[in-house]
């Protein structure tokens, strides 16, 4: 499994691979300083199996420069590890095609957990952050026509609690816990929901969840 961590801080890069390698001792990491070195190893390491990326490195435009990363290589997994703490920037990510958000601010076990969840194949977002749009007057972004078109009245009130969750941040275990359900129940909603949905794939199941009910105020 190859890891990039694209950073243009060294203290930062190091941290993250110490965490990465405690974590799965088979890892093969590469760093980048900037956006042109990052663009260099993807082309040389296609097969990447994960980019830790910072918002703010020499020649990347923050999400703009996400969105042009995302374009030219699609199917490399990207987790954003940022100085922001606006959820702004966390939705914006996602729907950039993020499958994490692990602010900088965030203390040694909580990137771990983060880490490990990516790893395992879930999504991590911050909570803490996501939760704190639910007390925030701003509005929601706009819906696009494909988003409109997708009506949240076709879905249980099971897959809305399941998907209310997914969109705070909950990985599928806490979920399960907080439900009284079990892992395989809560992926099976989720499985459901995408139908209902005419979701593609987890990644936009996500998406969705944190647009449409993470940013939902109580």
Do not use: C
């Amino acid at each position: 499994m190859k890891v990039i961590i694209a950073d243009d801080h060294w203290v930062v890069r190091q941290s993250l691979k110490q965490v990465m390698r405690r974590l799965n001792q088979t890892l093969e990491t590469y760093e980048a300083e900037t956006f042109g070195e990052l663009t260099a190893l993807l082309g040389k390491h296609p097969d990447t199996s994960l980019v830790l990326l910072d918002l703010v490195m020499p020649g990347f435009e923050e999400l703009g420069g996400l969105r042009a990363l995302r374009t030219k290589f699609r199917d490399v997994p990207v987790v954003i590890v940022s100085v922001h703490e606006d959820v702004e920037y966390v939705i914006r990510s996602v729907e950039q095609g993020a499958i994490g958000y692990i602010p900088k601010s965030s203390d040694g076990p909580e990137i771990e957990r983060a880490l490990e969840r990516v790893l395992a194949g879930e999504v991590s977002f911050p909570r803490r952050i996501l939760e704190r749009s639910r007390s925030s007057s701003s509005p929601p972004p706009p819906k696009t026509q494909a988003s409109s078109a997708r009506d949240v009245d076709t879905l249980t009130e099971r897959e809305r609690d399941v998907l209310s969750l997914l969109g705070s941040g909950s990985s599928v275990k806490n979920i399960a816990e907080k439900l009284g359900l079990s892992s395989q129940t809560v992926r099976i909603h989720i499985g459901n929901a995408m139908k209902k949905l005419n979701l593609p794939d987890r990644t936009s199941a996500v998406h969705y969840a944190v647009t449409h009910f993470g940013r939902a105020s109580v």
